[in-house]
């Protein structure tokens, strides 16, 4: 390090040694009271660190981390990576972090990768290089993994927060196949033989297919669309497909509430009614999908569940590195189904 990096270093470290100091003598407590107490310790009793956090507050008292973690190796950072920053579902987690994060003194990175695999690496080297402590990462392509490889050499804290089983890293998610298997269940029990897809493949379109398979129905890939997106616009360009099929589809499953959404905006436009004509059931059950006209049958996820765990885990791998290299933790949490009134709920139809 050169002269010009070390001096404001420095500088900022006698600055807060000065600010305890201060802090001690207004309270008068010791500076090593005084130090503990501003870092949540514990060791110093609830009404003490009080007073002394009152106190810091009169002096602008703000953490040198740069200083901190010089001694304890830890910049008391998470990185987190979303590959979608629009998407309610992943905003939410993201939030939900935030304020476990902030409850144990973290603070939280975050970056979007637009489900690029090229931006997922670059976000991993920025990430490493801010040194955060741990990340939490949805992957952008779920099958390949290859670059988070050297993280799991090194036994750096790394959980995934959606993907396969099989993926060699801890994981905690919802299980997406069980969804889409239930989804599609249900649909058949309503009646629908003739079933379509909105997605781009996975775990869902596995869930789907099984769903098929285990009620005697044919897996016919004329009903399986991929519409290029998951967005609203890109479910309502993806309908009119629906009904250009002999015969056309009576039930359609999407990857998104969005996608959902966006097909029955169609549907209303043409006078298609919901689900009389067409029952439909997205993912995520996302707030819009309580409010739509009509309510949208959703498969849920539990997105408060999979932030508190994945940063317990977390927690966990930072606090006891050895750890991620013995075995990993696979946390698959099992979603239900929120019916209303676009899947015909529990109502029975008949379908030649």
Known sequence: MNAYVLEPFWLRVFEVASRLK???????????????????????????????????????????????????????????????????????????????????????????????????KRALDVLRAQQVDGMLVFPANHANLSHFEALKETAYPLVLLAGRRTAPFDLIAMDDTLGAYKATRH?????????????????????????LRDHDLEIDQSLIFEPGGIDYEHGYKAAPALFRLEPPATALLTATDYLALGAIAWCKAQSIKIPEQLAVIGFDDIEAAKY???????????????????????????????????????????????????SGKHLKVSVS
């Open 187 to 211: 649909l058949i029990e309503l009646g629908h033989k003739r079933i379509a897809l909105f997605s781009g493949g996975g775990e869902k379109l596995e869930g789907y297919q099984q769903a």
């Open 22 to 120: 201060d802090i001690a003598k207004e309270t008068g407590y010791s500076i090593n009271t005084v130090s503990l107490a501003l870092r949540g310790s514990e060791r110093v009793p609830e009404a003490t660190r009080n007073k002394i956090s009152s106190v810091a507050k009169k002096f602008h008292y703000v953490p040198n981390n740069v200083a901190r973690s010089l001694v304890s190796q830890q910049t008391m950072t998470i990185g987190v990576i979303l590959t979608d920053i629009t998407s309610p579902i992943l905003t939410a987690v993201a939030h939900y972090i935030e304020r476990l994060l902030a409850q144990l003194g973290y603070a939280m990175v975050l970056i979007t990768t637009d489900k690029s695999l090229e931006h997922e």
């Open 292 to 342: 739509s006209d009509p309510g949208l049958s959703s498969v849920t996820y539990d997105a408060a569940r999979i932030s508190k765990r994945a940063v317990h885990r977390l927690m966990e791998l930072i606090s006891q590195p050895s750890a991620a290299q013995k075995q990993t933790e696979k946390t698959i949490i099992e979603p239900d189904l929120a019916l209303r009134e676009s």
